[in-house]
């Protein structure tokens, strides 16, 4: 099946710093990624679609200027935890589905633990 | 948008019994997929369903969509160690919406 590349796995980093994801999809071509995030024991919370080369489109009550998003290509996305404050300790995990394939299985990337200390 | 009530939350089951989990929907679903996650591991895909009352098999696992659409079940028999984890339905021709899950322990 289809690969999504997620990195870094894990990551540690002091308040007040920012933190960049990558997501990649490494042989198959997404015009839209998703970006969800999970707290321990939880389901996955959307957060926000990455739309290549335009905006993403942020659910209700996320901060879109705090956790920045970019689409610039077709096989990756980023999504960037600015100021990180310890809430904002969580599991993040992108997904996406092939281009012009909705209605589709999404493949996940494996995931970012982030600790905020 | 369109929200998938799961339950139970949480199943403990022994090893060799059965293990049902149920997503239901106030609203008509297009379609409805299923995810495995493991622990400490991100969701795999397992299957979608489209049309009603479609009834799919992969070996042990039956995934059912009601004839309303409204509802999907997956079921397990006779579980294994290997089936260790949290089943999660999902939602969406774009964007995925997930169900709460259902996490899976088994006493082997």
């Known amino acids: 099946g289809a690969v999504v590349s997620q990195h870094p796995s894990r990551v540690i980093c002091k308040s007040g710093t920012s933190v960049k994801i990558e997501c990649r999809s490494l042989d198959f071509q997404a015009t839209t990624m998703f970006w969800y995030r999970q707290f321990p024991k939880k389901s996955l919370m959307l957060m926000a679609t990455?739309?290549?080369?335009?905006?993403?489109?942020?659910e209700q009550g996320v901060e879109k200027d705090k956790f920045l998003i970019n689409h610039a290509s077709l096989t990756l996305s980023t999504l960037t935890v600015t100021s990180a404050h310890p809430e904002d300790s969580s599991f993040y995990i992108c997904?996406?589905?092939?281009?012009?394939?909705?209605?589709?299985?999404?493949?996940f990337g494996q995931g970012t633990r982030l600790t905020v200390v | 948008g369109q929200q998938v009530m799961q339950i139970p939350q949480y199943q403990h089951v022994q090893e060799g019994e059965d293990f049902t989990t149920y997503c239901n929907s106030s609203t008509t679903l297009s379609n409805i997929q299923w995810y495995k996650q493991r622990p400490g591991g991100h969701p795999v895909f397992l299957i979608q369903l489209v049309k009603s009352g479609e009834v799919k098999k992969q070996k042990r696992l039956t995934f059912q969509f009601g004839e309303a659409k409204k509802n999907s079940s997956l079921h397990i028999t006779a579980t294994q160690t290997t089936d260790v984890g949290t089943y999660f339905c999902a939602e969406g021709a774009q964007k995925l919406v997930f169900g709460q899950g259902t996490r899976l322990t088994i006493n082997p």
């Open positions: 997904s996406a589905r092939a281009i012009r394939a909705a209605d589709t299985e999404a493949f």
């Open positions: 990455s739309n290549e080369g335009s905006k993403a489109t942020y």
